[in-house]
Antibody
């Protein structure tokens, strides 16, 4: 059974940074790209970026370039999203999602984590 | 433009057919994917590559494509189909884009 288990809710002040983790199990971790998608309250999903778990290579949405970093630790099958310089409008539910295609970025998602709520508040 | 446009809401009575559209220039060249999201849950993939169903998705749910508009159809709608539905594709730069979502209400 494929599982993507994310870290718990976080509260940060504006200007701070946050790190969200996503532990994958039940499949060959290196075979599937991992994506990060966020969803603000009452809004649609917004794609942030992807990581190749084999090489560690990343691609980010232009909107988030310079403000997010996605990494992975293959030894513990965990992917991380760091967001810096947090703003009030970064408050959202952050999801990790597994790419549906083996070995290449098919860029659609067949397994999702449960989501991590990040609240930016002064 | 890399935007995907969906109607904010669609309402149907039980047993009727719901049709949810998604429009965007990118759809003429890129596949579209559809997700169902119920309150408090993560999205679930219900259609991939315009009209393919993942295993476990009922045949009542289907997808079709015509030019720059794609349609998600749900026949014999049930109360359990009430959810938000999002289309998703990719733009020419390799970024993933989502539609704004359609709330399906079963009257």
């Amino acid at each position: 059974q494929v599982l993507m288990v994310q870290s718990g809710a976080e509260v940060r002040k504006p200007g701070a940074s946050v790190n969200v983790s996503c532990k994958a199990s039940g499949y060959a971790f290196s075979d599937y790209y991992i994506h990060w998608v966020r969803q603000a309250p009452g809004q649609g999903p917004e794609w942030m970026g992807r990581i190749n778990p084999n090489s560690g290579g990343t691609n980010y949405a232009q909107k988030f370039q310079g403000r997010i970093t996605v990494t992975r630790d293959t030894s513990i099958t965990t992917t991380y999203l760091e967001v810096i310089s947090l703003r009030f409008d970064d408050s959202a539910l952050y999801y990790c999602a597994r790419d549906a295609i083996v070995g290449a970025p098919g860029d659609y998602f067949d397994q999702w984590g449960q989501g991590t709520l990040v609240t930016v508040s002064s | 433009s890399n935007e995907l446009t969906q109607p904010p809401s669609v309402s149907v009575s039980p047993g009727q057919t719901a049709r949810i559209t998604c429009s965007g220039d990118a759809l003429a060249k890129q596949y579209v994917y559809w997700y169902q999201q119920k309150p408090g849950q993560a999205p679930v993939l219900v259609i991939y590559k315009d009209n393919e169903r993942p295993s476990g998705i009922p045949v009542r749910i289907s997808g079709s494509s015509s030019g720059t508009t794609v349609t998600l159809s749900i026949i014999a709608v049930q109360a359990g189909d009430e959810a938000d539905y999002y289309c998703q594709s990719a733009d020419s730069s390799g970024s993933v884009v989502f539609g704004g979502g359609t709330k399906l209400t079963v009257l």
